[in-house]
T-cell receptor, first 113, second 112 residues
């Protein structure tokens, strides 16, 4: 049982390049999330998908787009990467019931030069 | 404006002693609080939670205390073990089931 799988683990981009971060969960969870973690700060929510077919903005959505491809997969796209998007990105999933804990992937470390 | 604050970036505790990690919040609408533990190069994992209708929740060596009037919660680990060395995040939720607000984390180091 893999849980939440993120790819790639590491990525280096030049300013202006685009890329998609992939996330898949095998727990049949309804809700999925994308967070970023920066030094000295808590995790900040970029986008979430409460259920298949829906997506909503979180706290820091600018510069990102998401796709809930199906119940298992939720991708995060950077259309034109900026140095301010250098961060560690975490995907998470949850059953979606009230106050159900999140299950996280191991993260993608992205550097934009 | 940080709504959830963990004021100690790091904490060092002797193995076998009690570890106490603190978390303060400013938003009185928060009604559910969670602690997550994170090892290097891994994602956070859920540890323990507490609802605002309680003031204490216990799970084995881990106990979370909530003081609503002070807007303060703490995580107690007794006894501390080497495997407890990790970063601990406090998180809170309020009117949205989907948007947790996270503290910056406290790095706990358990000394042998």
């Amino acid at each position: 049982n893999a849980g939440v799988t993120q790819t790639p683990k590491f990525q280096v981009l030049k300013t202006g390049q685009s890329m998609t971060l992939q996330c898949a969960q095998d727990m049949n969870h309804n809700s999925m999330y994308w967070y970023r973690q920066d030094p000295g700060m808590g995790l900040r929510l970029i986008y979430y998908s409460a259920s298949e077919g829906t997506t909503d903005k979180g706290e820091v959505p600018n510069g990102y787009n998401v796709s809930r491809l199906n119940k298992r997969e939720f991708s995060l796209r950077l259309e034109s990467a900026a140095p301010s998007q250098t961060s560690v990105y975490f995907c998470a999933s949850s059953p979606g019931t009230v106050n159900s804990p999140l299950h996280f992937g191991n993260g993608t470390r992205l550097t934009v030069t | 404006d940080q709504q959830v604050k963990q004021n100690s970036p790091s904490l060092s505790v002797q193995e076998g002693r009690i570890s106490i990690l603190n978390c303060d919040y400013t938003n009185s609408m928060f009604d559910y609080f969670l602690w997550y533990k994170k090892y290097p190069a891994e994602g956070p994992t859920f540890l323990i939670s507490i609802s605002s209708i309680k003031d204490k929740n216990e799970d084995g060596r881990f106990t979370v205390f909530l003081n609503k009037s002070a807007k303060h919660l703490s995580l107690h680990i007794v006894p501390s073990q080497p495997g407890d060395s990790a970063v601990y995040f406090c998180a809170a939720s309020g009117d949205s089931n989907y948007q947790l607000i996270w503290g910056a984390g406290t790095k706990l180091i358990i000394k042998p």
